[in-house]
């Protein structure tokens, strides 16, 4: 059997038995070849240290490059021209158009967040109710690792036409604040200077801007103390760690110094006398 011989017949385009065995081997072999470029192209730029969410931008368009020239050459091969598909690919469009308008608004969403990097991956992001951070940025949507461990697909177009906190579009720089409440007739000089103390000590909370101690308020129950602070976090369980080793420190400096931590408490003042009457 030659591997010129007409096999059969379709829509007057003939195909041979060499084309049926050279088109799936080219096939595999390119998406062999492709994938191992991709491969070595993503070591090369994490050799030079470059980021990874402009690593995956250049993953993904050499992907597409790559398989639209792979059935390119397929269809060569086959002696298919472009022009018959003339009809079917403008009927499929207006399929797509009215059936999946939503998915290509997400897969365009993708390209342009991948493209403007306004979301990077590994940045810490407040969508809604939920924070979490990056992993992944695909063509549909993305993947956020909330805190708890728990992960979150986005819709695309969700994080182009929602507003969107992105904690470290710029730094990690984060301030945060740590609030604690007092008895009424504490020193409220030393208080401040104990909260202030307490907040120095720990490692994490930066030098500069430096630390600043509020006498927020007369509460019902507790002069309020306000102590804002600036670190460098990359997630939401980082601030409350540092939040929580605050609390600690203040806690054992009250301690020392006498001072109370005040709690919600009533007085009550009766007018005029009481008698007590004795059950019988």
Excluded: C
Excluded at 73 to 88: G, K, S
Excluded at 119 to 127: A, H, K, S
Excluded at 231 to 244: D, G, M, P, W, Y
């Amino acid at each position: 059997m030659s591997l010129d011989e007409v096999m059969f017949t379709i829509y007057g385009q003939d195909f041979t038995l060499g084309q049926l065995v050279i088109i799936p081997t080219v096939l595999i072999v390119g998406y062999l070849a492709i994938h191992w470029l991709a491969r070595v192209i993503t070591n090369r730029l994490v050799a030079l240290d470059m980021q990874p969410d402009i690593i995956h931008l250049v993953r993904r368009i050499f992907y597409i490059v790559g398989l639209v020239v792979l059935a390119i050459t397929a269809l060569d091969l086959l002696n298919v021209p472009l022009t018959a598909f003339a009809f079917v690919s403008g009927a499929i469009a207006i399929g797509v158009g009215f059936g999946a308008q939503n998915i290509i608004n997400n897969f365009i969403s993708g390209w342009i967040l991948m493209w403007e990097r306004p979301i990077r991956i590994g940045d810490y992001l407040e969508v809604g109710e939920s924070t979490g951070t990056v992993e992944s940025i695909d063509t549909r949507s993305t993947r956020i690792r909330r805190p708890d461990g728990v992960h979150m697909l986005i819709p695309n177009s969700t994080l182009l036409e929602n507003t969107v906190v992105n904690w470290t579009l710029i730094d990690y720089l984060t301030r945060t604040v740590v609030r604690v409440g007092v008895a009424y007739g504490s020193p409220v000089k030393r208080v401040a200077d104990l909260i202030m103390q307490a907040t120095v000590e720990q490692e994490a909370v930066l030098k500069e801007p430096v630390p600043n101690v509020v006498f927020e308020d007369f509460g019902d129950s507790a002069l309020i103390f306000d102590v804002y602070f600036w670190v460098n976090a990359t997630a939401e369980r980082n601030l409350r760690v540092i939040r929580s080793d605050i609390r600690f420190r203040i806690v054992e400096l009250f301690e020392a110094g006498e001072i109370e931590i005040a709690f919600p408490q009533q007085d009550v003042h009766l007018d005029g006398n009481i008698t007590l009457l004795n059950p019988k």
